[in-house]
Structures are given as structure tokens and as C-alpha cells.
């Protein structure tokens, strides 16, 4: 059984250089980003093997169970924060957040989808090691703005990322292209109106609803809700905005209505969800 490791502040950086020795497996109760400055191997993630090498990096969830087999020495930077770091940031920094949470089951491997942000991604890397080893003055808030810069780059690479299932037995990439719009406006109902987004694709609306259906799994609607949802669990659980906070933001009429479709699509209250997920009993989003 993997050991479980718990972090006991906002973040923590944490330089290692391993031989060719094993680091065997083990599960978090927080966030771990995991940069390789140098060397190869292998990574174990919940049973999935990746080869990593120079350059990469790596984002692990809350109870994702993971190991290292080193084949050349290698240099890691760990970077980890939890919940609280999270609820620091203001709300419009969640929202950048938004793609990490729901798409991490769809970035296996290095996140790092875009050749840019590697360059970028490497010197963030480098200045959170200098800051981190020297330790002058402000290091810390020096290293936590560095750290909110890269995992702004994450969220941008996995939103890049084209998820698995759009990718199978689908000739156009119309219904990806929809996804990501309606991501991008989905704080704008009236650009979520099915005939806004037909005339924005140039389709028509009877086109738009069975093509969107019979590639997703899903109407429409039913998916404009249920994203809507999981960004209601990600603020629940990754914010202390106030529930009327929350209906505001994501256009539900007012807090009664938010309450009312969170308890009938998850069938519980979104304050005995955020209670559960603070127990521990629901582990992320």
C-alpha cells in the first residue's frame, strides 16, 4: 500500500538529486508539480508508466499514487501547495485554474504541450532554484509569484490539449472547436445560446445540437450545465468565495437556484459538499 504524505503549509519547494535508486511509490493530499531539470527514467502514475527526460514537467493530483525508477542521476525541482494556497488567490486566478481541474484525467505525461513555454517553463525553473538555494530577502513571495506564473502556463497548455475521446472516430474538429468556445464564454449566456453558436460556426441549429450529441455523449445543454457544475466544485472546494458568490459568477439566478441544480444533478447541497471535500471525504473535484 503506497504511503500517503500530507503537506502542512500553503507550498514548498524542494530541490533533489537522485542516483539510481528507486522513489518508490506514494499518494499526496495536495498539488505536486514536478519539473526534471536533469537525467531520465521512468514515472509511475496510479499504474500508467511514462519515460521522462531533461525539460519536463509533471502534474500530479490529490491521491494520484506515484513512483520514480531513476536510470541517470537526476535532478528534480518538487513544487507543492494544497487547497489553502489555492484559496488565497483571488477569483479570477481560480478561473485560470479551470483547466487544469477538469482536464488533468486527459494530460497523461509532460504537460508541456507548447515549445515556447518549455524556454519559458526553464526559466521560471532556473529563478525559483536561485531564489530557493540563496534565500534573500522576499524569496518567498518572490518564489510564490514565480510558482502562480507557471501554473498559469499549465492551465494554457491543458487547455491546448485536444481531449482523448474528441479525438476518436471524429473527422472534423467542429465539436472541440465548440467545447472551447463554450469554455471560453461560458461567464456570457447570451454567446451560449445554441443559435448564437450556430451562427458563430456558420451552422445550423438542428446541425449544431445532433453533430454536437453524437460526438460528445452529451446535448448542448447538458454539457453547458455540467461544466458549469464542475467549476461550482472547483470554486467549493478550491476557494472560500460565499455561495451567492458563486450563483453571481457563474449566472444561476440567485443562491436558491444554485442550490436547487447542484442538489438535483449531485445529490447533495453545495455546503454539504464543500463540508465533505473539507473532511476529506470527497478528494478533489
Given at each position: 500500500?503506497?504511503?500517503?504524505?500530507?503537506?502542512?503549509?500553503?507550498?514548498?519547494?524542494?530541490?533533489?538529486?537522485?542516483?539510481?535508486?528507486?522513489?518508490?511509490?506514494?499518494?499526496?493530499?495536495?498539488?505536486?508539480?514536478?519539473?526534471?531539470?536533469?537525467?531520465?527514467?521512468?514515472?509511475?502514475?496510479?499504474?500508467?508508466?511514462?519515460?521522462?527526460?531533461?525539460?519536463?514537467?509533471?502534474?500530479?493530483?490529490?491521491?494520484?499514487?506515484?513512483?520514480?525508477?531513476?536510470?541517470?542521476?537526476?535532478?528534480?525541482?518538487?513544487?507543492?501547495?494544497?487547497?489553502?494556497?489555492?484559496?488565497?488567490?483571488?477569483?479570477?486566478?481560480?478561473?485560470?485554474?479551470?483547466?487544469?481541474?477538469?482536464?488533468?484525467?486527459?494530460?497523461?505525461?509532460?504537460?508541456?504541450?507548447?515549445?515556447?513555454?518549455?524556454?519559458?517553463?526553464?526559466?521560471?525553473?532556473?529563478?525559483?532554484?536561485?531564489?530557493?538555494?540563496?534565500?534573500?530577502?522576499?524569496?518567498?513571495?518572490?518564489?510564490?509569484?514565480?510558482?502562480?506564473?507557471?501554473?498559469?502556463?499549465?492551465?494554457?497548455?491543458?487547455?491546448?490539449?485536444?481531449?482523448?475521446?474528441?479525438?476518436?472516430?471524429?473527422?472534423?474538429?467542429?465539436?472541440?472547436?465548440?467545447?472551447?468556445?463554450?469554455?471560453?464564454?461560458?461567464?456570457?449566456?447570451?454567446?451560449?445560446?445554441?443559435?448564437?453558436?450556430?451562427?458563430?460556426?456558420?451552422?445550423?441549429?438542428n446541425y449544431v445540437s445532433e453533430y454536437f450529441k453524437k460526438h460528445v455523449g452529451e446535448s448542448l445543454q447538458q454539457y453547458i450545465m455540467n461544466y458549469k457544475l464542475r467549476l461550482v466544485e472547483t470554486r467549493l472546494q478550491y476557494s472560500s468565495m460565499?455561495?451567492?458568490?458563486?450563483?453571481?459568477?457563474?449566472?444561476?439566478?440567485?443562491?436558491?437556484?444554485?442550490?436547487?441544480?447542484?442538489?438535483?444533478?449531485?445529490?447533495?447541497?453545495?455546503?454539504?459538499?464543500?463540508?465533505?471535500?473539507?473532511?476529506?471525504?470527497?478528494?478533489?473535484?
Amino acid at each position: 500500500m503506497a504511503v500517503t504524505k500530507n503537506l502542512y503549509q500553503p507550498f514548498e519547494i524542494e530541490y533533489k538529486e537522485v542516483n539510481e535508486c528507486p522513489i518508490v511509490g506514494h499518494k499526496h493530499n495536495f498539488f505536486e508539480l514536478v519539473y526534471i531539470i536533469d537525467g531520465e527514467g521512468i514515472q509511475c502514475v496510479n499504474e500508467n508508466l511514462f519515460e521522462y527526460n531533461k525539460g519536463q514537467l509533471f502534474l500530479l493530483m490529490p491521491q494520484d499514487c506515484h513512483s520514480f525508477k531513476v536510470h541517470s542521476i537526476t535532478k528534480f525541482l518538487f513544487i507543492r501547495f494544497n487547497d489553502i494556497y489555492l484559496k488565497k488567490q483571488d477569483k479570477n486566478w481560480i478561473q485560470q485554474l479551470e483547466f487544469i481541474f477538469q482536464n488533468t484525467n486527459s494530460l497523461p505525461g509532460c504537460i508541456l504541450r507548447n515549445q515556447g513555454d518549455k524556454i519559458l517553463v526553464k526559466t521560471l525553473i532556473e529563478a525559483i532554484v536561485r531564489e530557493h538555494i540563496n534565500k534573500q530577502p522576499y524569496h518567498r513571495e518572490l518564489i510564490e509569484q514565480l510558482v502562480n506564473t507557471l501554473i498559469t502556463i499549465v492551465a494554457r497548455n491543458s487547455f491546448m490539449h485536444v481531449p482523448e475521446k474528441l479525438t476518436q472516430h471524429v473527422e472534423s474538429k467542429s465539436p472541440l472547436h465548440i467545447i472551447h468556445y463554450i469554455h471560453q464564454h461560458i461567464y456570457t449566456p447570451s454567446r451560449l445560446r445554441i443559435e448564437q453558436i450556430a451562427e458563430h460556426f456558420n451552422l445550423s441549429v438542428n446541425y449544431v445540437s445532433e453533430y454536437f450529441k453524437k460526438h460528445v455523449g452529451e446535448s448542448l445543454q447538458q454539457y453547458i450545465m455540467n461544466y458549469k457544475l464542475r467549476l461550482v466544485e472547483t470554486r467549493l472546494q478550491y476557494s472560500s468565495m460565499r455561495m451567492n458568490e458563486i450563483a453571481y459568477e457563474l449566472n444561476f439566478t440567485d443562491e436558491s437556484h444554485l442550490n436547487r441544480i447542484f442538489k438535483k444533478y449531485k445529490g447533495l447541497s453545495p455546503s454539504e459538499f464543500r463540508k465533505a471535500t473539507n473532511k476529506g471525504l470527497i478528494t478533489h473535484a
